[in-house]
């Protein structure tokens, strides 16, 4: 199995970016897909997920109504849209499978992309 993110980049506060991740290896359909974060110095944080057939959607709440995670099954593609970026949100973004558990819990996931980095200057 293989999750590959991409899309990272140095923007500036105010900018949109938008984030991919690439599945191999696993029936994607099969999988719930999430998107995490992790800022320097910082845990690892749930940042938005979304389920197998993509009509469950959740958000953290210093996310919503900026960013927009969506699926393509048959692309077998997760994406997370970023808008209006703050200097706050520069991390390094993970995606990540599961079959189940809570959405929000790193734990419940079971494989892990390598990460794209995010840096937003002000």
């Known amino acids: 199995v293989q999750l590959q993110a991409f899309g990272g980049g140095l923007v500036q506060a105010g900018d949109s970016l938008t984030l991919s991740c690439a599945a191999s290896g696993l029936v994607f359909r099969d999988y719930d897909m999430g998107w995490f974060r992790q800022a320097p110095g910082k845990e690892r944080e749930f940042v938005a997920s979304i389920n197998w057939s993509g009509n469950i959607l959740h958000y953290e709440n210093f996310v919503k109504g900026r960013f927009t995670i969506s699926r393509d099954n048959a692309k077998k593609?997760?994406?997370?849209?970023?808008?209006s970026l703050t200097p706050e949100d520069t991390a390094v973004y993970y995606c990540a499978s599961t079959k189940g558990g809570v959405y929000y819990n790193p734990t419940s996931y079971d494989y892990w992309g390598q990460g794209t980095e995010v840096t937003v200057s002000s």
């Open 77 to 83: 593609t997760v994406s997370l849209q970023m808008t």
